[in-house]
């Protein structure tokens, strides 16, 4: 583990400062996306079982907070909040949005 971990301190030395930047922000938007999807599930669980529920604004900022692939695929592999035409087309905004920041910064850095 500390071997791997090292190699990987490394290899980071190793980029340029526009390499550093994007996977940054890649790692971010992974992390991101992974508690967008949880927040979605957890939510979906507690409401089949009745119980309180995360907010919608929550569900809404989420995917704006660099989880627009998350808020996406807790849409389409959850299968939560498809009933509400505005939860599909947030996700897909924050996550063109992201896309469209990741392309640019990639292509003009």
Same mark, same amino acid.
């Given at each position: 583990? +500390?071997?791997?971990?090292?190699?990987?301190?490394?290899? &980071?030395? !190793? &980029?340029? !400062?526009? +390499?550093l930047l994007?996977?940054?922000l890649a790692?971010? +938007?992974? /992390?991101m996306s992974i508690?967008? /999807?949880i927040f979605y599930k957890n939510d979906k669980v507690r409401a089949k079982k009745g119980l309180w529920r995360t907010k919608e604004s929550v569900l809404l900022?989420?995917?704006? /907070?660099?989880?627009? &692939?998350?808020g996406f695929m807790g849409i389409y592999t /959850?299968?939560?909040k498809t009933q509400h035409w505005?939860?599909? &087309?947030?996700?897909v905004l924050a996550l063109i949005v992201q896309a469209s920041i990741f392309i640019s910064l990639a292509i003009l850095l």
């Open positions: 583990m +500390e071997i791997q971990f090292a190699s990987l301190i490394l290899s &980071l030395n !190793s &980029l340029t !400062s526009k +390499e994007l996977t940054i790692i971010i +938007e992974i /992390v508690i967008t /999807v900022i989420l995917p704006w /907070v660099m989880g627009g &692939l998350g /959850v299968r939560h505005y939860f599909p &087309l947030n996700n």
